[in-house]
């Protein structure tokens, strides 16, 4: 059963450092990884959806990157801003059946301080 | 603006009391899903379509119903509203291609008192 661990599950920094939120799967059999913001009371942002034969994609200021034969993946925040400030989730498309299903991690919740 | 629209926003039940929450997409998407999210819990999926028609349970279907008569929509009803369906509700589609990502809507913030 693929299961999606997210560390840590809230991160405080000041603003302008670098960071790293790390996600990691069980099941290497998977279509692709999916990273999502999300605002207090809010939905869910796509930010970047990584395929399993990519290493990597980017966005501005975001970049995320895929081992798929260690299970891990992470989102990288340079120059933190206030704006940040929000949780993150990472979300797996597993590859062993073409239902359509994301498997979601628990989240990492950013605090950029001013 | 193209997207997932999900209606109401908010809604208080009193238990035993049934609902229906809407979502509607206009991408033309195949595969919709339904999800809650609860504190300490992440995102759990509730039921799930791969097109008009086909409808098949995900982890925590119990108390839920879907049907899927149309691209467009795919409404999730409470049959029986209890507290522990309080949770706030996502709907979410995708393109059937394996290597297309999901959108998803706003939420529906459902408190069954």
């Known amino acids: 059963k693929q299961e999606v661990t997210q560390i840590p599950a809230a991160l405080s920094v000041p603003e302008g450092e670098n960071l790293v939120l790390n996600c990691s799967f069980t099941?290497?059999?998977?279509?692709?990884l999916q990273w999502f913001r999300q605002d207090p009371g809010k939905g869910l942002t796509s930010l970047l959806l990584?395929?399993?034969?990519?290493r990597e994609q980017t966005s501005g200021r975001l970049n995320a990157s895929l081992d798929k034969s260690s299970g891990r993946s992470t989102l990288y925040i340079a120059a933190s801003q206030p704006g940040d400030s929000a949780t993150y989730l990472c979300?797996?498309?597993?590859?062993?059946?073409?239902?359509?299903?994301?498997?979601f991690g628990q989240g990492t919740t950013l605090q950029v301080k001013p | 603006n193209a997207g997932v629209t999900q209606t109401p926003k908010f809604q208080v039940l009193k238990t035993g009391q049934s609902m229906t929450l809407q979502c509607a997409q206009d991408?033309?998407?195949?595969?919709m899903s339904w999800y809650r999210q609860d504190p300490g819990m992440g995102l759990r999926l509730i039921h799930y379509?791969?097109?008009?028609?086909?409808?098949d349970q995900g982890e925590v279907p119990n108390g839920y119903n879907v049907s899927r008569s149309t691209t467009e929509d795919f409404p999730l009803r409470l049959l029986s509203a209890a507290p522990s369906q309080t949770s706030v509700y996502f709907c979410?589609?995708?393109?059937?291609?394996?290597?297309?990502?999901?959108?998803f809507g706003s939420g529906t913030r459902l408190t069954v008192v």
């Open positions: 991408m033309n998407h195949e595969y």
């Open positions: 990584i395929q399993s034969s990519q």
């Open positions: 099941d290497s059999a998977i279509y692709n």
């Open positions: 979300a797996v498309r597993p590859g062993s059946s073409n239902t359509g299903k994301l498997i």
């Open positions: 979410a589609s995708s393109p059937k291609r394996f290597t297309a990502g999901y959108t």
């Open positions: 379509s791969v097109g008009a028609g086909i409808t």
